[in-house]
T-cell receptor
């Protein structure tokens, strides 16, 4: 089955700096890669996703890059703000109609300091 | 986006009792739903895939007789934790997709189960 590794487990940055979180996956059949932000006790919130036919995607301060050959993808957050502090999870899934099960990375605790 | 509602949000039960958690898709039909478990400060781990009108598919290491899943309609899946023990205390969360090529997963708000 799929195995997703995520680094770092904790990340502390100063407000305004950039944050980068990296993930690798093992199953070449995976072709859907979402990123989630989760606050304590809450449901995961999709912040950006990318499909395997795209190498990069950007949405305002958030960007994701995908290298399918190397089986890794990364989340980039620029101009970080204190409200970006949360746990971030990457995930991978083989996309199929009707639903897809997600294999999550181990999570990154991001702390944005003033 | 689509809405998935999960109930209850919190439950405390005694060891040996059973607890049922509901997952509903409010504005779409879901032939497939997924159940995850999340221990404190850990990731979400897939427990099983709930299939409408058929048996659930369980991930390796998940006891199907302990975690009963029923998906009797296109908008409702239930997870019953039977004979609960303290080690079953966790955050249980479901997800569903709207299908039709849309792959975004919509999550319920989760259920915090505490077994005492």
């Amino acid at each position: 089955g799929e195995n997703v590794e995520q680094h770092p487990s904790t990340l502390s940055v100063q407000e305004g700096d950039s944050a980068v979180i990296k993930c690798t996956y093992s199953d070449s059949a995976s072709n859907y890669f979402p990123w989630y932000k989760q606050e304590l006790g809450k449901r995961p919130q999709l912040i950006i996703d990318i499909r395997s036919n795209v190498g990069e995607k950007k949405d305002q301060r958030i960007a994701v890059t995908l290298n399918k050959t190397a089986k890794h993808f990364s989340l980039h957050i620029t101009e970080t703000q204190p409200e970006d502090s949360a746990v971030y999870f990457c995930a991978a899934s083989p996309e199929k109609g009707g639903g897809n099960k997600l294999t999550f990375g181990t999570g990154t605790q991001l702390k944005v300091e003033l | 986006g689509a809405v998935v509602s999960q109930h209850p949000s919190r439950v405390i039960c005694k060891s040996g009792t059973s607890v049922k958690i509901e997952c509903r898709s409010l504005d779409f039909q879901a032939t497939t739903m997924f159940w995850y478990r999340q221990f404190p400060k850990q990731s979400l781990m897939l427990m099983a895939t709930s299939n409408e009108g058929s048996k659930a598919t369980y991930e390796q290491g998940v006891e199907k007789d302990k975690f009963l899943i029923n998906h009797a309609s296109l908008t409702l899946s239930t997870l019953t934790v039977t004979s609960a023990h303290p080690e079953d205390s966790s955050f249980y969360i479901c997800s569903a997709n709207t299908g039709g090529g849309d792959t975004e997963a919509f999550f319920g708000q989760g259920t915090r189960l505490t077994v005492v």
